[in-house]
C-alpha cells in the first residue's frame, strides 16, 4: 500500500500526490492534451474554466488577441483567424538599392570570383537574395503604382539569371533551378505584370524578344514556346501575336539566308513554329497549312518543315494527307518520311517523332 507523505514547502504542507500534479500542471499542454481535459468537462465546469481563464489573462494580452470577440462570437473569431494577414510589403527604394547591388555584383562576378567586396563565405548566398528579390517584387507587382519599376526590376533579374547560365557569374550555371524558379515560370510572371499597364501589341512583342533574343541554357525551346503560347487566353491575342509573329518573319524573309544552326536561323526556326501553332489553335487546319507553306516556300528543305511541324499537332489524318499530296507532287521532298507514314498507317497513330 502507497503511503502519503507529507513535505514540508515554505509554509505549506504539500502532499507528494499534490507536489506530483504540481509538477505536471505547471509545465505547458500540447494541443492534444488540452483537448482532451475539456472534452471530459461538462458545461456548467466548462463555463467555470472559460472565466476562469479569462480572469487569469493580463489586460494588455486579452486586448492583443481579442479575448472580448472570441466570448462574444466563437465562431466569427475562428473564421477571421484563419484568414492569413497579407504579407508586408517591402519598401520599394530599398527594394531598388539591393536590386542594383545585386546586379552590379553579378555583372563584375563577385559572387564567382574572388573580390574584397563580398567575402568568400558569403557568395554564395546569392540564391538566397535572389529569391527574395523576386518575391518581393512580385508583392509589389500586386500595387498599381508599383508595377512598372517592379517588370523593369524582374526584367533585369531575368536577364541576368539567363546570362548566369550561359556564363559563370554565380557557384552554378543553372541559377533560375537554384532560385527555385523555372525560367519559363519566371517568365510568365513578369509578362503577366508588363501585360497590367502595356497594350498587347507592346507586351507580346517585348515576351517575342525576351524569350528569342534572351539566351539561356535552363529551358527548352518547347518549354518556353508553351510558356508563351499560355499567355494568349483570348482569339483577339491570339490575333495580335500571329500578326507580329507574320511581320517579324516577312523581316527575316528579305535578309540574307542565315547559315544553318546560326542565331537567326533558330530565331527564324522558333517565329515559324510559333506563328503555325497560334494558327492551328484557331481550328482551321487549311489556313495553318497555308500560313506556313508561305513562308517555307523558299528554304531548304521546306517540306520537312511542314511535315515535322504537323507531326507535333498529333492530327494523323491531316498529316498523312499533307504527306500524300507532297510524295505525289515531289517524292524525292518527302522520302525521308516514309517510314513515319507507314507506321502511322499500320499503327492507326502518329509516332511522338520521325521514324528513322
Known sequence: MQSQVVIFA???????NEKQNHRTISERM???EVREHLARLNAEDLRLVAAHLYKMLPKKTAETKGADRLLADP???LQTARVKKPPELPDLEMLEFETEEFLDNAANQRYFAPNKIIPKGQRSRWRFLAKRLYQDWWLLAAQPESQVAAAKALEDLYRILCHGSEVWMFSSTEPFHVIGVPRQEFFSQLILIKAQFLSANEWISQALSLMLDVKSTESTTVEMHGAFLSLLTTAELKESALQILTRELGKSSSAPPAPEFSDRSRRRSSLLRLGFQVNWA????????????????????SEHVVLQLLLETGDREF?????ETARSQKPSAVADWDKT??????????PAWQVR
Open 10 to 16: 515554505g509554509c505549506e504542507l504539500v502532499t507528494q
Open 30 to 32: 500540447k494541443k492534444d
Open 75 to 77: 465562431a466569427g473569431f
Open 282 to 301: 484557331f481550328g482551321d487546319k487549311e489556313r495553318s497549312l497555308k500560313w506556313l507553306r508561305a513562308f517555307v516556300g523558299g528554304e531548304n528543305r
Open 319 to 323: 498529316w498523312m494527307n499533307s504527306y
Open 341 to 350: 507514314y507507314e507506321q502511322a498507317r499500320l499503327l492507326g497513330e502518329l
